[in-house]
């Protein structure tokens, strides 16, 4: 926005596409669940170490929500009983969703998410199973492009000199400023307030 005190002040504004910014935020999927170990392995008697690599199959948008679907690829490396084979190790894979709602989604909107894991435990169930939480993270962000009035041109009329009234009444509506009034009467908000008591402000 802008104004002149002594020439008239026109703006051109022009319609371009612009990136906005729909939605922006990290949001946390706990995952659980329990594996079998594979038939034919050694008993495993502990759990040293697990891992989990995070993979998105599908991202969509349907109904004013955000759905992602991926699978978490869990390996487990557990020691056993057995001299000939003292550790073992199985990978499974297990799904994992997400709803996110969001109603102000757009029409072909520009998704990007980043997936990694955070954290993983695991611990053994008896002679043959094996359960785990994980924590995984989304960074999720969705723009849209979308048309905005830019400020494009500036054209200054002639020059004109008013000088300041002796009093001046002046209407505000809640919620405007000098800024406001001086751009209508086309006055700087300095000189307004250089008036002091000649200067009578009304709030409506």
Not at 102 to 114: C, R, T
Not at 166 to 178: D, H, I, V
Request: with cysteine.
């Amino acid at each position: 926005d802008a104004y002149d005190t002594q020439r008239e002040v026109q703006l051109e504004k022009t319609k371009r596409p612009m990136q906005q910014m729909l939605y922006h935020d990290r949001v946390r999927v706990d995952v659980s669940d329990t594996l079998a170990i594979p038939e034919g392995m050694p008993m495993a008697l502990q759990v040293f170490c697990t891992t989990a690599r995070p993979k998105l199959d599908d991202v969509f948008l349907e109904d004013q929500a955000l759905h992602i679907e991926g699978v978490l690829y869990v390996t487990a490396f557990c020691l056993t009983a057995d001299d000939r084979s003292p550790v073992i190790s199985f990978m499974q894979p297990v799904p994992f969703s997400k709803l996110i709602d969001m109603p102000q989604a757009a029409d072909n909107p520009n998704i990007e998410i980043s997936c990694y894991l955070e954290q993983i435990k695991a611990e053994l169930r008896g002679e043959s199973e094996l359960s785990f939480s994980a924590l995984v993270i989304l960074d999720i962000s969705v723009t849209a492009q979308q048309e905005q009035a830019v400020l494009t041109n500036l054209t200054m009329g002639e020059e004109q000199t008013d000088e300041l009234p002796q009093m001046a009444l002046c209407f505000l509506q809640p919620g405007e400023t000098l800024w406001d009034v001086g751009k209508r009467y086309r006055v700087r908000p300095e000189s307004m307030e250089a008036m002091g008591d000649r200067m009578l402000i009304v709030v409506k």
